[in-house]
């Protein structure tokens, strides 16, 4: 009797030990699991470590290493991945976030980019990204903010970022895009369009009038084309327009004076023709004025330097032949500005009187030389023979159609 309760009390002994040990060892095995390897907490997660595995596997360069830690399922861990609450249910996380700024990683966007359907900003400023952009982008449908800028992307205007119900702000400037752009892009209701140092050309579409954006940044584009009366379709909404280098044209309209709004003017290194229009004495909130660098000619109107907002007025090389009252002396005004290689015949650092007195001969007349009607169909296209060609010597103004 007491051997066989020594042995039934051995077996419960082994059979206690056996079911310890398995029940540790399967709690440490959890254990373990869960400190390396948690399942991810929700399918989006699961598609966005999917989507963000096969972005890792077309990046062939990482100098530093960013995306080193872009490993498992814990995608919200990884180097610029944002998680937050989901747009519609906020109780899931969900990828909503890619910032790559400025890590100079190399490689191109795959079409799983795609999965990433609640993303609302993509940052990918200052790399080496090439190619174009994948169609499936636009299952993007929350893509707020989009800033491929400073990159080797390369093709026609990305139609794609056209489909995008919630972009705000699209930032494509320094890449290598090209050809016209889409009509559709200013009929978007975006905030803010910088294409600037890209390899777009043709002429501003007319509907470039229709945009809301409050900055639009052409900048060192071959576009060509002019500056329509409808410009003051932008008076509403428009704060800051730059159109440095675009081979713009011909008279800038007396209706650049109804965009009150307007902070920032830059229209250097064109071809505009012609004088300052008096209107622009409208453009109360007007801090910087730039007219370099174009065919302009006649007076500078006080109106433009009593601007109370206006700290910097340049519109050196051009013709103007007379600055009208404080024109003259603007830095008593407090306002800097340049007024180099004109014809001001009280400066120094002017033209000759020989290019002087050519300009003065043939002025420009903006009622001939205007740009076309209205900003429907295709009638301020001007035909490229009529474009001066942006190196043209400085006495090409007198050649324009109207003064012929
Ligand atoms: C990146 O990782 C590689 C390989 O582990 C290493 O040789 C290199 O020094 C790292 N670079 C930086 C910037 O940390
Ligand atoms: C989450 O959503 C529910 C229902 O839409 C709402 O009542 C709740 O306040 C929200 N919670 C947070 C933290 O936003
Ligand atoms: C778009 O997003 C949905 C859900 O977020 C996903 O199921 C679908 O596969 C995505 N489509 C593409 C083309 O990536
Ligand atoms: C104007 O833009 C062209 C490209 O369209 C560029 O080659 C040129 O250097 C730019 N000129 C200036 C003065 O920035
Ligand atoms: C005024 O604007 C011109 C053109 O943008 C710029 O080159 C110049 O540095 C500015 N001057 C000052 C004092 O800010
Ligand atoms: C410019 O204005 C300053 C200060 O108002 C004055 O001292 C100076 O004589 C003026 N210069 C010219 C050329 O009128």
């Given at each position: 009797m ?16 056996i ?17 390396h ?6 399918p ?6 999917i ?11 990482d ?16 180097n ?13 996380k ?21 999965l ?79 294409i ?13 009038v ?50 009150y ?71 008593s ?7 180099r ?10 033209r ?7 300009a ?25 023979a009529?474009?001066p ?16």
């Amino acid at each position: 009797m007491a051997s066989t309760s020594f042995i039934i009390s051995l077996a419960l002994l082994i059979l206690i030990l056996i079911l310890h040990l398995s029940s540790s060892s399967a709690a440490s095995h959890h254990h373990r699991q869960h400190h390396h390897q948690p399942p991810p907490p929700n399918p989006k997660l699961q598609q966005a470590y999917i989507a963000l595995q096969a972005f890792k596997k077309v990046i062939y360069s990482d100098p530093h290493n960013f995306t080193t830690n872009w490993i498992g399922p814990n995608v919200c861990k990884y180097n610029g991945i944002y998680c937050s609450p989901s747009h519609y249910d906020n109780k899931t996380k969900v990828v909503t976030g890619i910032d790559l700024n400025g890590v100079d990683i190399a490689g191109y966007l795959p079409d799983e980019l795609g999965l990433l359907s609640d993303l609302a900003l993509i940052h990918l400023n200052s790399n080496r990204f090439c190619g174009i952009l994948p169609q499936t982008l636009s299952n993007l449908s929350l893509l707020f903010e989009l800033d491929l800028s400073n990159n080797r992307f390369v093709g026609p205007f990305p139609t794609v970022v056209l489909s995008l119900p919630s972009l705000k702000y699209l930032d494509l400037r320094y890449n290598e895009f090209e050809g016209s752009l889409p009509p559709q892009l200013f009929t978007k209701n975006l905030d803010a369009i910088f294409i600037n140092n890209n390899w777009f050309s043709n002429v501003v579409p007319p509907s470039f009038v229709k945009s809301t954006a409050s900055v639009i940044v052409f900048a060192n584009n071959k576009l060509g084309g002019c500056l329509p009366p409808s410009i003051s379709n932008f008076a509403n909404t428009l704060e800051e327009l730059l159109l440095i280098n675009t081979s713009v044209s011909r008279c800038l309209p007396p209706e650049v004076g109804y965009l009150y709004k307007l902070k920032v003017l830059d229209v250097s290194h064109n071809n505009l023709v012609g004088p300052i229009p008096y209107s622009i004495v409208g453009l109360a909130h007007l801090e910087q004025l730039n007219l370099a660098h174009n065919m302009m000619s006649g007076i500078v109107p006080m109106g433009v330097c009593v601007l109370p907002n206006l700290v910097n007025f340049t519109f050196s090389y051009n013709f103007f032949c007379e600055e009208e009252g404080i024109c003259g002396n603007l830095s008593s005004n407090g306002i800097a500005f340049d007024d180099r290689l004109n014809c001001l015949p009280e400066k120094p650092k002017q033209r000759s009187e020989k290019d002087c007195e050519l300009a003065l001969e043939h002025p420009v007349d903006c009622l001939h030389y205007h740009c076309g009607g209205g900003g429907s169909g295709g009638s301020n296209a001007i035909p490229p023979a009529m474009v001066p060609a942006a190196a043209t010597p400085l006495l090409s103004p007198y050649l324009a159609p109207g003064n012929a």
